[in-house]
């Protein structure tokens, strides 16, 4: 082989600069107003192409959605001219690989058709080779209108498919693979976006190609057996050498005698004394990075030493559902993840660690990735093994129900089959999970309603063939059906039975039952519940004019896409709160109520461990700046749940809960029935619990106290506990007889040492009480990398929250400032941002009292 040759053999190049951007039809002239193409550069989304250019509004502003919804009915072309010499010309392997490619597209060389793309989720790889030519070469993919093609598809199917109008807004998306919140959702603009998301790659081979790496793990005392499985394409016969390197060390040297053709095979060897890998706050996360390399080619993983089961096991309740990690169980604490933003290019590194740092800040220790998005860029599953955040995984299917037509089941295998090959080796993945609520789906829809056992059979039969890929893939990974699901084969409602598998509860925002109903539910593993705020003042300045500062404004309807979102919240107020008199009052009311709501369940359940092992609210972040059940606004802004999950995930949680009611009482569905709405509202006796998911043994100690509206001290009970991992401990019962007369007149606190493990407790709604004045001293210390703010309050401040409009966060936030204390907190600036000048007349302190005559 000559040097040009060797050199030629491992040529990899990227497609990223020289592209034209045209549109077909009359949209570039007559709509765009100008004349041939845009020049672009890989990757490229259409309508950020356009914003980019000024040829759009943002969508995300005003009601400039509904402006923009003509991009996605149009043809959009791109093109690139490259140059290709004799030798890649007639090299074994030329082909273009596209990752990432959103989703009908074209793609032709030099005037002919090499391939026809359907699914966004796969690997594209295309053989060039029957239209390559020495010298000039014109490349185009050409990307064909979604909306058009999922009502083509409609047309053709044997039977309907129900798809959910609610949240998409594109009439039978379910047909496409494509991320299915493109066409809205009850959070989410509808943005049907459309591009190439990663540089096209040019490969040319002499020799061979590795496609995959997958690693299986196996755990004995002290060693981890690893079991290397490799894909490869081999281009000539003859002799390979194969070399496996593991931090830079090598552990597998030989040569291959192999022929041309798929080649795969497998190589095992042991790691002695490993370091573990633990989920956030259970231990720490070492990585090691495992490299492969075949002849001329090479592919790196970083990997995780872990031992991971989800274990579901059957008990005199039902189907218990947890995770464990090297042995010891772990409770789940977290959240619910969708994309980052509706314009996918917008989502770079820095967003990601920004989010996924923060969900770690607010003790969270896994995370549920949500059907209804796409299988996420490799960075975040690289964050969140750094990190130690679990994720439950789920496959990309949401709440429609989907054809079983052969063609329709094979693409789906094949995008399953891609992703687990490309994922498996991660070790913060826990679990494979085959939908977000499409088994239940079957009970939405008139039609599958009427012919349900024809859509079971018609769910099964892509559910089971998903199951047989996961498990042929990555067979040390637990697959779970559904989400919710209380077990497999079992199709009945984990909206309201809570004793076996996962959960989604959801009667507090859509059925509108009080808060006290999460007390009425013992879930084993509650992976969605949630409620709704609006977001804060800076959020909606970005999107709306002060003239539109009002809840029922066109652009603030138009920013809240749950139907009877905004009236929901306005209701909940009348029951708990007094009613706020502005608009500013309004939004930070609203977060309070839902810091409020996620609080009273996450505490409550996870007293109840381990009968209950894990509890992610929906959700973690949004895609655009909205109204939604979020914890972080649209560009990274802390609301108060966020602040106020810090404190009820911390390891040591100390909460008031209601007396536990035998399992008969609680347990919903089944014999026991339908839940029992706001049963606690007439509870009894109220527990004061000592909860620990920490891994070593902790001594606590704390002092609860009443307290009068005023300020004033009237009890005191000095408590300490040991407290094992796992442990939920009662400290103190509070009988009906010790709190006659106090619901009203006064509120609860934990106080501690450690601020984190600080609470308050209220048992009667605000509205009741008669909240005193409240005078705020405030001192702000700017120092070079922070703002100091040191609070004082000549009676309780409740809710206490904290807002500047710079991009940053603090310390802690949305709190009960006790009179005769002196709270110091820390605004921290977001990476890459500076300290204000005058930071303090731009802050706003709001508390519960505030916001009314």
């Known amino acids: 082989m000559t040097a040009h040759q060797t050199r030629m053999s491992m040529s990899i190049k990227k497609l990223q600069y020289g592209w034209t951007l045209s549109c077909t039809g009359e949209a570039m002239g007559d709509l765009l107003g100008i004349d041939g193409g845009i020049s672009v550069e890989m990757p490229v989304e259409v309508h950020q192409t356009l914003l980019a250019q000024g040829l759009i509004e943002h969508p995300y502003v005003g009601l400039n959605e509904a402006d923009v919804q003509w991009v996605a009915a149009q043809t959009w072309v791109l093109e690139k001219a490259f140059e290709l010499s004799v030798a890649q010309v007639h090299a074994p392997c030329l082909e273009l690989q596209i990752d990432e490619l959103d989703t009908l597209a074209e793609i032709c060389l030099n005037g002919v058709l090499l391939y026809r793309a359907d699914n966004m989720f796969l690997r594209h790889r295309i053989d060039l080779k029957p239209a390559a030519r020495q010298g000039e070469n014109r490349l185009c993919i050409k990307l064909l209108s979604a909306p058009a093609a999922a009502v083509d598809r409609a047309k053709k199917l044997p039977f309907p498919i129900p798809y959910n109008a609610n949240n998409n807004r594109v009439p039978h998306m379910n047909l496409l693979r494509k991320a299915q919140c493109h066409a809205g959702w009850d959070w989410g603009i509808c943005l049907m976006v459309t591009g190439v998301y990663q540089v096209p790659k040019l490969i040319v081979r002499q020799r061979a190609q590795l496609h995959y790496l997958l690693v299986e793990q196996r755990h004995t005392e002290n060693t981890v057996e690893l079991t290397l499985r490799l894909e490869a394409e081999v281009y000539s016969n003859g002799e390979l050498p194969l070399e496996i390197v593991l931090n830079g060390e090598p552990v597998i040297a030989e040569t291959l005698s192999v022929q041309v053709g798929a080649l795969c095979l497998a190589r095992s060897f042991t790691v002695k004394n490993p370091a573990l890998w633990w989920p956030a706050g259970q231990g720490e996360q070492p990585l090691y990075e495992l490299g492969v390399i075949l002849a001329d080619a090479s592919l790196c993983k970083t990997i995780g030493l872990r031992e991971l089961e989800v274990v579901t096991q059957a008990d005199d309740i039902g189907l218990g559902l947890k995770v464990r990690v090297n042995g010891r169980d772990v409770f789940c604490k977290g959240a619910n993840w969708i994309p980052a933003d509706a314009l996918t290019l917008d989502s770079d590194g820095d967003r990601y660690r920004d989010l996924l740092t923060a969900a770690v800040l607010a003790n969270m220790n896994c995370l549920r990735l949500w059907g209804g998005g ?57 679990l494979w999970c085959g939908d977000n609520e499409v088994m239940g789906a079957i009970d939405w829809y008139e039609q599958s309603r009427r012919h349900r056992e024809k859509y079971i059979v018609n769910y099964d039969r892509l559910n089971r063939a998903l199951a047989r890929v996961v498990g042929e893939g990555d067979p040390t990974r637990r697959f779970w059906p559904s989400s919710p699901c209380n077990g497999e084969l079992d199709f009945g409602d984990a909206w309201h039975i809570d004793h076996s598998g996962d959960m989604h509860y959801w009667d507090v925002w859509h059925s509108g039952s009080s808060f006290e109903a999460y007390y009425t539910v ?30 029922s404004s066109p652009v603030m309807e138009s920013h809240q896409k749950s139907p ?13 709160f007094r009613f706020p008199e502005s608009f500013v009052s309004i939004l930070y009311l609203s977060q309070v109520q839902q810091a409020v709501a996620i609080k009273t369940a996450v505490e409550y359940w996870r007293s109840l461990q381990p009968h209950c092992m894990g509890t992610l609210f929906w959700q973690l972040n949004d895609n655009w700046p909205v109204a939604s059940w979020s914890s972080i606004e649209h560009g990274g802004r802390w609301k108060q749940l966020h602040y106020h999950a810090r404190r009820f995930f911390n390891p040591i949680l100390v909460a008031l809960v209601p007396e536990a009611r035998s399992v008969e009482e609680s347990t919903v569905g089944g014999p026991a029935g339908p839940i029992k709405e706001d049963v606690a509202k007439a509870a009894g006796n109220w527990v004061l619990k000592a909860v620990s998911d920490a891994p070593g043994v902790r001594n606590l100690e704390v002092e609860f106290r009443q307290i009068t509206l005023g300020g004033k001290v009237v009890r005191r009970w000095p408590l300490a506990q040991q407290l094992r991992p796992g442990d939920s401990a009662t400290l103190l019962t509070l009988n009906q007889a010790e709190l006659a007369g106090a619901r009203e007149d006064s509120f609860f606190a934990v106080v501690s040492d450690d601020p984190d493990i600080n609470n308050t407790f209220y048992l009667a709604p605000w509205k009741a009480m008669t909240l005193p004045q409240v005078c705020i001293e405030q001192e702000v210390v700017t120092l070079a990398e922070r703002v100091q703010l040191t609070l004082k309050a000549d009676a309780p401040a409740h809710f206490l929250t904290l807002e500047h409009p710079a991009s940053g966060r603090w310390s802690d936030n949305s709190f009960t400032l006790l009179p005769g204390e002196d709270r110091t907190v820390d605004w921290l600036p977001s990476a890459g941002s500076a300290v204000p000048e005058n930071f303090a007349e731009h802050l706003v302190i709001t508390h519960l009292r505030s916001t009314y005559q």
């Open 522 to 551: 013992r879930p084993r593993f509650c992976s969605e519940f949630g409620f709704q705020s609006l977001p804060s003042l800076p959020a909606v300045a970005r999107f709306a004019e002060p003239s539109q500062w009002n809840v």
């Open 374 to 430: 796409f299988y996420e860029r490799d960075i975040f599953y690289q964050l969140c093994d750094e990190l130690g955040l679990l994720i439950w995984h789920d496959l990309m299917f949401a709440c429609s129900l989907y054809p079983s037509t052969r063609e329709f089941v094979a693409s789906a295998a094949a995008e399953v089959k891609h992703q687990i090959k490309r994922l498996a080796h991660h070790p913060s993945i826990a």
């Open 564 to 576: 009877a979102g905004n009236a929901i919240i306005m209701e909940m107020f009348t029951r708990y």
